[in-house]
Antibody
Framework: QLQQSGPRLLKPSQTLSLTCAISGDSVSSNAWNWIRQSPSRGLEWLGRTYYKSKWYYNYAGSVKSRITINPDTSKNQFSLQLNSVTPDDTAVYYC???????????WGQGTLVTVSS | DIVMTQSPDSLAVSLGGRATINCRSSQSVLFSSDNKNYLGWYQQKPGQPPKLLIYSASTRESGVPDRFSGSGSGTDFTLTISGLQAEDVAVYYCQQYYSAPWTFGQGTNVEIK
């Protein structure tokens, strides 16, 4: 199970920060993803982190210069940071577990983040 | 990036009828080392996150009714709902997890005729 938390209203240029708490699995197993959804962009995968002897990170090109995904093994959770947001970043943000061969098999409840001055 | 294109954008089917949704990828998502297609199908209802229905193009996720089936390989895939139920009204998405960035189709809205 995945439980999301974080602020829902931001002003342009601020930093979006969301956390996804994991229960029933370990952040050191499988891949942990962030996806967003908006009417203009549809479902957009933002990035993931996974552990395989060391931590790996993959990010979408559209946000690569602004995004950081961090695992937190002490709290068994992972986070999303997106810098310098604009109204175009307004979307529902989801965290999701990615399993080899299976795809995204478990999703958080979603967080509507609105960027507005 | 692999582009996923679904057709049609919208579909109206009678209760008990068959819904067929197509998905095409801009390059093959068949992984030669394990001969599996890295392609999933998701169902999304209003106000809910997407739910995984099918993975590896044709394997039903646990608990998914057998009226949902997936087929295809390489670049062309199909999701079929046989015997449409009222609770199947939703938007359906295909997604490739063959290579990052993982990408989704634009969605197909299924409704009752």
């Amino acid at each position: 199970q995945l439980q999301q938390s974080g602020p829902r209203l931001l002003k342009p240029s601020q930093t979006l920060s969301l956390t996804c708490a994991i229960s029933g699995d370990s952040v050191s197993s499988n891949a942990w993803n962030w996806i967003r959804q908006s009417p203009s962009r549809g479902l957009e995968w933002l990035g993931r982190t996974y552990y395989k002897s060391k931590w790996y990170y993959n990010y979408a090109g559209s946000v690569k210069s602004r995004i950081t995904i961090n695992p937190d093994t002490s709290k068994n959770q992972f986070s999303l940071q997106l810098n310098s947001v604009t109204p175009d970043d307004t979307a529902v943000y989801y965290c999701a577990r990615g399993v080899i061969l299976t795809g995204l098999d478990c999703w958080g409840q979603g967080t509507l983040v609105t960027v507005s001055s | 990036d692999i582009v996923m294109t679904q057709s049609p954008d919208s579909l109206a089917v009678s209760l008990g009828g068959r819904a067929t949704i197509n998905c095409r990828s801009s390059q093959s998502v068949l992984f030669s080392s394990d001969n599996k297609n890295y392609l999933g199908w998701y169902q999304q209802k209003p106000g809910q996150p997407p739910k995984l229905l099918i993975y590896s193009a044709s394997t039903r996720e646990s608990g998914v009714p057998d009226r949902f089936s997936g087929s295809g390989s390489g670049t062309d895939f199909t999701l079929t709902i046989s015997g449409l139920q009222a609770e199947d009204v939703a938007v359906y998405y295909c997604q490739q997890y063959y290579s990052a960035p993982w990408t989704f189709g634009q969605g197909t809205n299924v409704e009752i005729k």
